[in-house]
C-alpha cells in the first residue's frame, strides 16, 4: 500500500512538474522579396541567383599568398579568440542553469572533546570540519561531576559526528526549464556571432590585401613614369644645348620630374598602412609580415567569371548576424517563462541526516543514525508588483529582440542590393577606364612621333604623357575598387563560414 501512495505521488510530481509557463517560442519572420532587383550580370561577371556556395569565397581569386593570410588569420586572430571564449563561456552558464534540475547535497564532519578538571574548575575543547547537523552523543570517561539539577557531567568526552544534507527545488511550473532554454539560446547565440566575426575579419582581410596590391602596382607605375621623366628632362637637357628647345621646355620637364617623385612617398606610407593593418588582423608584428608582402603584383586578379548570389531568403539561413539575432529572440522569449515562474508556488525537499558517537570505529552503525525530512511549500503572497514588472520588463526585451531581428534582415538586404548596385557601375566604369587608358597610350605615342619629326612642340607630349599616368592611375584604383565592391558582396550574402565551424 505503501508502495501505492509513493509512486501516485511520484507520478503527481512528474505530471506538475510537465506543466511549463511562460509562452512557447515561435521564430520571428520576415517577408523576403522575389529576388535582388540588383542582380544584373556585368561586362565580365555573370550574376546569377544559383546556391551562393560561399563558404571559401577568397580562393576563386586564385591567389596563394591570400589563401596563407587567410588560414594564419583563422587560426590566430585576436578577435576570434575573444569570440571562440565567448562561446566557452555561454556554455559553461548553460551548465550552471541546467545544475538547478538537480538536488544539491552537502556534507559536514565534526569532531569535539571535553574535559572537566574538578579541582581547578572545567575546560572544553574541540574541533569541526565545517558547520553541519547538530548531535549530541553520551560518550564519556573518567569520574563525574555534578551540574545544574544535580545531573551528572562526565569530566572527559569525545564526540564524532559525519552528516549530509540535501535540497531540492521541484521545478513545478518550468522556470528552470525555461532558464535552460534562454541560456541555451544564449549559447548558440554566441556561437553564430563568432561565425558574423569570422565573415567580417575575412572580409576586411582581403580588402586590405587587395587595397596593398592596388597600391603597390601604383607605387611600381609611378617609379616608372619616374624613371621616363627623368630620361626626357635629360633628353630636353641634350635638345637644348643643340638649340631644339628652350629652356622652357627644360623647366617644365623638371617640374613633371618633381610632380612624379612627390606622389611616390605618399603611396608608400599607404602601402606601409596596409601591411600594419594585415598584421593586426594575424596577431602578429608588422615586420613578420612585411616580407611576405614585399612582392608586387603585376596586375591584380580579375573578378571571377560567375557571382551565385542566390535568393534574398536564403539570407535568413546564411547570415550570421541574422541567426544570431534570432536566437537573442529566443533567449528574451525564454526569460519570460523564468519570471512568470516566480509568481507561482514552489516546491522545495530538505533531507538531512548525521551520524553521531564517541567512537569512530562503530560511528555508521544504526544505532548513531538520525535523520530529518523536510518537505515546504512556499506562494509569493505580495511583493508590490515586483514581478509583474518583471515580466512586463522581459516582454519588452523580447518585442525589442524581435524589432532587432527584422532590422537585421532588412538591413542584409539593402547590403546586397547596395552592394551589386556599385560592382555593376565600377565594373562599367572600369571598362571605360580602360578604354581611356588605350587612347591616352596612343595619343602619347602620336605626340612623340610628331615631336621628333617638328610637327608639334614638347607641350603636346607633356601633355600626353599627363594624360597616360592619369588614365592609368584611375584604372588601378577601379580595379581595386570592384574588387572591395565584390568583397562587400560576398560578406552581404555571409561568406566565409563552414557548416560545423
Known amino acids: 500500500m505503501r508502495r501505492v501512495q509513493v509512486c501516485g505521488i511520484a507520478l503527481t510530481a512528474v505530471s506538475l512538474a510537465a506543466c511549463t509557463v511562460g509562452p512557447n517560442y515561435r521564430p520571428p519572420s520576415v517577408a523576403a522579396p522575389p529576388g535582388f532587383s540588383e542582380a544584373q550580370s556585368t561586362g565580365r561577371t555573370v550574376v546569377s ?20 593570410l587567410v588560414r594564419r588569420a583563422l ?3 585576436l578577435d576570434l579568440q575573444t569570440a571562440a571564449s565567448r562561446v566557452r563561456e555561454a556554455r559553461a552558464q548553460e551548465r550552471v542553469a541546467g545544475a538547478a534540475e538537480l538536488p544539491s547535497i552537502n556534507a559536514s564532519g565534526n569532531a569535539l572533546t571535553y574535559n572537566s578538571d574538578r579541582k581547578s574548575g572545567s575546560s572544553a575543547s574541540g574541533g569541526s570540519a565545517s558547520g553541519g547537523p547538530a548531535s549530541s552523543g553520551p560518550a564519556s570517561s573518567g569520574p ?22 540535501a535540497t531540492w527545488e521541484i521545478d513545478l511550473f518550468g522556470g528552470t526549464r525555461r532558464a535552460i532554454e534562454a541560456a541555451r539560446a544564449s549559447t548558440e547565440a554566441a556561437q553564430w556571432a563568432r561565425r558574423d566575426g569570422q565573415v567580417s575579419l575575412l572580409a576586411e582581410l582581403a580588402n586590405d590585401y587587395f587595397t596593398l596590391r592596388a ?27 643643340t638649340g631644339f628647345v628652350t629652356d622652357l621646355d627644360v623647366e617644365q620637364q623638371a617640374t613633371q620630374v618633381a610632380t612624379a617623385a ?45 557571382l551565385p548570389v542566390g535568393l534574398p531568403s536564403d539570407l535568413l539561413r546564411r547570415r550570421p548576424d541574422i541567426r544570431e539575432a534570432e536566437r537573442r529572440v529566443a533567449a528574451a522569449n525564454a526569460e519570460i517563462g523564468v519570471q512568470t515562474a516566480e509568481r507561482y508556488p514552489k516546491i522545495n525537499l530538505i533531507g538531512l541526516g548525521s551520524f553521531a558517537g564517541s567512537a569512530i570505529d562503530s560511528l555508521f ?15 509569493p503572497v505580495f511583493d508590490g508588483g515586483r514581478s509583474r514588472g518583471q515580466i512586463a520588463a522581459t516582454q519588452e526585451e523580447r518585442l525589442q529582440a524581435d524589432l532587432a531581428y527584422r532590422k537585421a534582415v532588412l538591413g542584409a538586404f539593402r547590403d546586397v542590393e547596395d552592394g551589386l548596385a556599385r560592382y555593376r557601375s565600377e565594373d562599367e566604369r572600369r571598362a571605360s577606364l580602360a578604354r581611356s587608358v588605350t587612347s591616352a597610350q596612343n595619343s ?5 612621333a610628331q615631336y621628333r619629326t617638328g610637327f608639334v612642340t614638347y607641350i603636346n607630349v607633356l601633355q600626353a604623357e599627363t594624360s597616360l599616368l592619369n588614365a592609368r592611375d584611375q584604372l588601378t584604383q577601379s580595379d581595386a575598387q570592384v574588387l572591395s565592391d565584390l568583397i562587400a558582396i560576398y560578406k552581404a550574402l555571409g561568406g566565409g563560414w563552414e557548416v560545423g565551424a
Request: overall charge negative.
Open 444 to 448: 602619347l605615342t602620336i605626340a612623340e
Open 49 to 68: 541567383t544559383g546556391p551562393p556556395g560561399l563558404s571559401a569565397w577568397w580562393t576563386r581569386f586564385h591567389d596563394p599568398i591570400l589563401d596563407e
Open 144 to 165: 563525574a561531576s555534578s551540574g545544574p539539577g544535580g545531573l551528572p557531567i562526565p569530566s572527559h568526552t569525545n564526540l564524532y559526528s559525519v552528516g549530509f544534507d
Open 215 to 241: 597600391v603597390q602596382i601604383r607605387i611600381a607605375v609611378g617609379q616608372a613614369e619616374l624613371k621616363r621623366q627623368q630620361d626626357l628632362f635629360v633628353l630636353a637637357q641634350a635638345r637644348r644645348k
Open 365 to 379: 552503525s544504526q544505532q548513531n543514525l538520525a535523520s530529518v525530512a523536510v518537505g515546504m511549500v512556499t506562494q
Open 75 to 77: 587560426k590566430d586572430n
Open 262 to 306: 612627390a606622389q611616390i612617398p605618399q603611396l608608400q606610407a599607404q602601402a606601409s598602412a596596409e601591411i600594419h593593418a594585415i598584421a593586426i588582423l594575424l596577431a602578429e608584428a608588422p615586420e613578420t609580415v612585411e616580407q611576405g608582402l614585399a612582392a608586387t603584383a603585376s596586375a591584380l586578379a580579375p573578378p571571377p567569371p560567375a
